[in-house]
């Protein structure tokens, strides 16, 4: 099931639920972590020729969005 621009989706059986890209075993939180350790946006695509750049950064946004929800909830 898609949910954000036709790329994040989610599905129960896949990487336990966790929002992924296009339906690969490639999550959100996996293109966040890459990037935390020093990985840009090429070395990404470089190492995973399945994802393009819009991925990654419809990936970036989501999860924005996703801890500003997070933000305005708790207040």
Partial sequence: ????????TLEPGKRSGKPCIRGLR???EDILIWMASGMTVEDIITDFLELT????LTALEFAARRQERTILAAA
């Fill in 26 to 28: 490639i999550a959100v």
């Fill in 1 to 8: 099931m898609y949910i954000y621009k036709n790329i994040i």
């Fill in 53 to 56: 750049r819009e991925d990654i």
